[in-house]
């Protein structure tokens, strides 16, 4: 289970403080498909950052599974990312030196586990988005949705018990957009936390739970 | 670890240019302290290589070296010889004298020296080193013939001294029997300018009994030392003086030797360390700015659960792998121009074996150099890396 409390995030821009997040108090329990909606700068992805533990809030806790992220250190944060968390970015962020499938193996990497796991697991997850054909192939040889779908076999790499997408298909055309998140349908009913920021409202009709945001706020 | 290379080799892969120009730096900083300290330890060796050849003899001078002069006190007398003989561990004992004298070729006339001993020590002392370019060595009954130094024979007189050419020495007649070859080094110096002559000739020519060295051989090269300093008591007692006689072991001329090519390396190896840091500057700015490439890179990794550690170790890794390579291939280079410095070395001082010598510890200590460069300069930039926050650095770019 994920819990907000009083979540506030202020960032200084010189001598301007802008209030990304204002007291944002939010529930998200185990196996939700979860969408966040809103406009641009309304702190959906400040939102986000904090619950991945990418970030720090000014004030407010964040409890993951019961753990209270505020008393992490930044290698305990390391730690939660890698082991309960799977992040899929707009920009889907592969590593463009390496191969699907090391950019799959990649989490498991520094996760520790070993090469010949971490390959076997790695050519699974991606048979899994329907890329068991281009598992050598680099992210420049791959269109936006094929990319997107590697980042979600990443995502997937160490197991992790929520999915974090950040406009997850906000880079692809509408069909791609559609199997995204036929996938990320799939994951939830095997009982994974799905949390999507997104501004596409049919995108977000597929979620469970739709939260809408403006100015920092939740609105109820 | 396999996985750990494999990413940073990547990563080197991926900045091709830029990766080659900095293995390039380093490879040029080792190659320069593989090369100068190969030549120099083959310097080294060429001088005393010829030296320890004679490692069982004592010279003896009457006179004492003040820095890079030679002041003569004096002359020995054959009583000096003969207590000398008296001297155990001492396997024979052969003594020379010489002198300026007048040659005259061809009703030209031109100063020079002269040197006479027995002729069997004088042939091992020069004729086995500096070798005769024309003629034959002097025996015993040649009083009437003499052996030329390279400058006498080609740059005393208008014309070239050969064999069979007559000379007037101190206006006595000799025949020209042989004519050395240009001495190196050592020998330049004691050949070159002389002519030699059997001790009776000397004696007649130079008008003297005068012994103005004396050559004693050991048996045991280990007791030299004390002979040496023996021989200088004996005879500085019989002329009654506290520094007269001067010893000299070959012993004592290696250290000495030895001495300077420890100073001449240590100048050799700042130089090239000079040209390290440069590389090493040149690694840090590299990776610098690979760090911030791949700030973007940096943030995903640490998203998708790479720690500060993780970060840290990669690019220490990338950055030694980088310099592994330039020391690895500045070796190579370095034993290529060892090789050419040996080359053009021997062909510029003619006669002088020049090799230059590749020991591995050199090898070893250039690649472990490249390798701590690679990972001090590496650090700061890996450090960096790992410091950055995840957000802020996915949101880079």
Not at chain 2, 26 to 42: D, K, N, P
Not at chain 2, 142 to 162: E, L, P, S, W
Request: charged content about 25%; aromatic content about 6%; glycine content about 10%.
């Amino acid at each position: 289970m994920i819990r907000t409390e009083h979540l506030t995030k202020i960032y200084r821009m010189g001598a301007v403080e802008v209030h990304a997040l204002r007291d944002v108090s939010l529930e998200i329990r185990d196996g939700e498909f979860i969408a966040i909606i809103g406009p641009s700068g309304s702190g959906k992805s400040t939102l986000l950052n904090l619950i991945g533990c990418l970030d720090t809030p000014t004030s407010g806790d964040v409890f993951i599974d019961g753990i209270d992220t505020a008393s992490l250190s930044e290698n305990g944060l390391a730690e939660i990312r890698r082991k309960k968390i799977g992040f899929i970015f707009q920009q889907f962020n592969l590593v463009h030196t390496l191969s699907a499938l090391e950019n799959v193996a990649l989490p498991m990497f520094f996760a520790g586990v070993g090469r010949e796991k971490r390959l076997k697991r790695g050519e699974e997850l991606l048979v899994r988005v329907g890329l068991g054909e281009r598992i050598h192939h680099k992210p420049s040889e791959l269109s936006g949705g094929q990319q997107q779908r590697v980042a979600i076999a990443r995502a997937l790499s160490n197991d992790p018990g929520i999915i974090i997408g950040d406009e997850p298909t906000g880079n692809v055309d509408t069909d791609a957009g559609n199997a995204i998140m036929d996938i990320l349908g799939g994951l939830n009913r095997e009982g994974r936390t799905i949390i999507v920021v997104t501004h596409d409202a049919e995108i977000a009709a597929r979620a469970g739970r739709i939260k809408r945001m403006r100015d920092g706020m939740v609105l109820e | 670890m396999r996985d750990a290379v494999l990413l940073a080799y990547r990563s080197i892969r991926e900045r091709k240019a830029r990766s080659i120009l900095t293995v390039l730096g380093i490879a040029v900083g080792i190659a320069a302290i593989v090369s100068l300290m190969s030549v120099g330890y083959g310097m080294e060796e060429a001088i005393t290589g010829e030296l320890t050849a004679f490692a069982d003899i004592i010279s003896v001078y009457p006179g004492k070296i003040a820095g890079a002069t030679y002041l003569e006190l004096g002359s020995f007398t054959d009583r000096d010889v003969s207590d000398l003989q008296r001297i155990g561990g001492i396997k024979d004992i052969t003594t020379m004298t010489y002198d300026a004298a007048e040659v005259e070729f061809r009703n030209k006339r031109a100063p020079t020296f002269v040197l006479g001993g027995e002729t069997k020590e004088l042939e091992s002392l020069y004729v086995e080193a500096v070798g005769l370019k024309e003629g034959r060595w002097l025996r015993e009954n040649d009083y009437k013939g003499c052996v030329i130094g390279d400058r006498v024979a080609n740059d005393f007189f208008d014309d070239v001294i050969h064999v069979n050419d007559k000379l007037l020495i101190n206006d006595k007649k000799f025949i020209v029997l042989g004519v050395f070859e240009k001495g190196t080094m050592m020998y330049a110096n004691d050949v070159d300018p002389n002519i030699f002559l059997t001790l009776r000739a000397a004696k007649d020519v130079l008008q003297t009994d005068e012994i103005k060295y004396i050559m004693a051989r050991v048996y045991d090269i280990d007791e030299a030392e004390e002979i040496a300093e023996e021989i200088k008591e004996t005879i500085n007692d019989n002329h009654g003086l506290d520094e007269f006689a001067n010893a000299m072991t070959m012993g004592s001329m290696l250290e000495q030797i030895g001495g300077i090519f420890s100073i001449i390396r240590a100048v050799l190896v700042g130089i090239a360390a000079i040209a390290l840091v440069v590389a090493s500057i040149g690694i840090m700015n590299t990776m610098l700015m690979s760090v911030m490439e791949r700030t973007h890179e940096i943030g995903v990794m640490k998203a998708i659960g790479a720690k500060n550690r993780d970060v840290l170790s990669l690019f220490l890794l990338e950055s030694s792998m980088v310099s592994l390579i330039g020391g690895a291939a500045g070796c190579l280079l370095g034993l290529s121009v060892a090789k050419l410095m040996s080359f053009l070395g021997s062909m510029l001082m003619t006669g002088m074996e020049l090799e230059a010598i590749v020991k591995p510890e050199v090898l070893f200590g250039g690649i472990a150099v490249a390798l701590i460069v690679g990972i001090l300069s590496g650090f700061y930039p890996a450090r960096k890396a790992s410091k950055m926050s995840p957000v802020e650095a996915v949101r880079y770019g």
